[in-house]
């Protein structure tokens, strides 16, 4: 007579029993040992050799403050129009420029420059523009050019920079910008300056048009330039170092 098996339920039950006690008798010494140790010290938070030193510079070693002429936030806090470039020989002022009043545009006003107005209008409010200084000379028959300083408020660099980069996003393209790469403006990281492809019409002028876009602390400039005779490189590029060099 075979031999009668035995139930194997209640065999894993007391198996699985005897681990959990385990498990806990082991849980338990664990603690009991631990509560035993001396407490083991952290690492020092502070630590040798701090980049500040320990005490302040007696008054006849610190360091003088940056001139004016160094310091850029000393000079566009001032007056903006004063770091527009002087009128160049052969240029004249600009009796049509209406919507530049004693040197300074609104924002409103330069929102009219662009095809969404009221879009880039909500955008200069929403990125804070601060104010925009803005001079218009005439050259010629037709030659204009066009200045803006387009500051946005402190603390906001990135701004400039961003609406900068904006703005030249579109250049490469033929039907919104210039149709080309352009060329980099020496001493800035990112300006450039364009020159579009002649717009020719029957019954119209020809028309040469250039621009130049960058950026510098919390100035954005661009320059524009139309005419019905050629416009150089040299022009536009002129323009444009001579108003890095004094922002």
Do not use: C
């Not at 006849?60 to 007056?79: C, E, I």
């Not at 210039?178 to 002649?198: H, P, T």
Request: glycine letters at 8%; hydrophobic letters at 40%; zero cysteines.
């Amino acid at each position: 007579m075979a031999a009668e098996r035995r139930p194997r339920g209640r065999t894993t039950l007391i198996i699985a029993a005897a681990a959990v006690l385990g498990i806990a008798a082991g849980t338990a010494v664990g603690y009991g040992v631990q509560a035993d140790r001396a407490p083991t010290p952290l690492t020092a938070l502070s630590q040798p050799d701090l980049a500040y030193p320990a005490k302040a510079l007696p008054a006849d070693q610190v360091p003088d403050p940056l001139p004016a002429s160094q310091d850029r936030q000393v000079r566009t806090d001032g007056d903006l129009r004063k770091l527009l470039i002087p009128r160049p020989g052969g240029w004249r002022d600009n009796e049509n420029a209406t919507l530049i009043q004693d040197g300074w545009m609104g924002v409103d006003d330069y929102a009219l420059a662009f095809k969404s107005e009221d879009y880039m209008f909500s955008e200069f409010l929403g990125n804070n523009v601060r104010r925009i200084a803005a001079v218009s000379w005439r050259k010629g028959a037709y030659g204009v050019a066009r200045l803006r300083l387009v500051q946005f408020r402190s603390g906001i660099d990135s701004a400039a920079a961003a609406f900068a980069e904006n703005q030249r996003a579109y250049m490469p393209e033929a039907d919104r910008g210039a149709g080309n790469e352009g060329d980099a403006l020496k001493g800035s990281v990112s300006g450039r300056y364009y020159l579009y492809k002649v717009d020719r019409k029957a019954g119209y002028m020809p028309n040469y048009r250039a621009r130049a876009v960058f950026h510098r602390g919390d100035v954005m400039v661009e320059i524009n330039m139309s005419d019905t005779v050629p416009i150089s490189k040299k022009d536009i590029r002129t323009l444009a170092e001579r108003q890095l060099e004094r922002l």
